[in-house]
């Protein structure tokens, strides 16, 4: 793929953010129930994971830009790390949104062997294998796929899934469901 403009770069970020705000909006941020049972709420809704790590290569790639927005958009604290070659661009390292980390692959493993309360990491290029070893010795979700401006299907590696089931009928009469308080 040929390299992106700074005005294309910067086109698809608007573009990454409006569809992050949207689908924070419209989907991920509201308890709706796909199913429509008669006698059955059954709430599909989303929380924020409490912690996510993202490793870029530059802090000026577009990637690690849309990871931003994107934790951003849900309200997920952020940890980014970069290698030591890259340097870090204003906007990221002044930001109060997210924690930026210079460190070389060595620290990153240590980082993924003691992670606090990160639940995932997000890359986007292959992983070595003392990371991915690292994240599984721990439990990290580990995702590695490429970065997407389409909300509906990033915003998802931010939020866990949760269900929620209540039963609004008995021996055969619909009842009507509980104020929530």
């Known amino acids: 793929m040929p390299a992106l403009s700074g005005a294309e770069e910067r086109a698809i970020a608007r573009v990454s953010a409006a569809s992050y705000a949207r689908a924070w909006r419209l989907h991920f941020s509201r308890e709706h129930d796909p199913s429509a049972i008669l006698g059955e709420r059954n709430g599909f809704r989303y929380r924020r994971c409490r912690r996510v790590i993202a490793r870029g290569g ?16 849900t309200g997920v604290p952020l940890t980014v790390s970069l290698p030591p070659d890259a340097r870090p661009a204003p906007w990221l390292a002044g930001s109060g949104a997210l924690d930026l980390v210079v460190e070389a692959e060595a620290g990153f493993v240590e980082r993924l062997a003691h992670p606090g309360d990160a639940e995932r990491v997000r890359v986007w290029a292959p992983m070595s294998t003392a990371a991915r070893a690292a994240a599984a010795g721990v439990g990290l979700t580990v995702i590695e796929a490429p970065v997407l401006a389409n909300g509906r299907l990033e915003l998802r590696w931010y939020l866990r899934e949760q269900a929620v089931s209540q039963m609004l009928h008995r021996y055969g009469n619909i009842l009507e469901p509980a104020a929530s308080a």
């Open 58 to 73: 530059r802090a000026t790639d577009l990637a690690v830009i849309q990871v931003a927005l994107a934790a951003l958009a």
